[in-house]
């Protein structure tokens, strides 16, 4: 499934989510298909981990799982599903901040 954040801040990002993933993370549809097509979902919240990538890290590459070459700049957050380690990918800043909550920290 493609899947559009609306995120003005980041372009409305698009990015792939395998059919199997989507129907654990996505409920819906919530209405009708605008005049683009898009009709709205609304995410199921999955335990998600993440980290920030800060100054200090720098800018650095890896591999997507779909095998894609992501490159993290400071400020991004690397997202990791808690129940699927492998499905670790990079979220840009602006995209992070317009779509991710942070509803609990991580216990030490």
Known sequence: MVVRNRCPESGNEEFLVPGAKFAS????????AN??????YRPRGADMRFVVVTEKDGAFTFTAPWGETMVARP???IVQD?????DTYRVQKAAFTCTYEEIRPLSK
């Not at 993370?25 to 009708?32: A, D, L, N």
């Not at 005049?35 to 709205?40: A, D, I, K, Y």
């Open 25 to 32: 993370r996505y409920e819906g549809p919530t209405g009708s």
């Open 35 to 40: 005049e683009g097509g898009w009709r709205p």
């Open 75 to 77: 400020g991004d957050a």
């Open 82 to 86: 808690a129940q699927d380690p492998k």
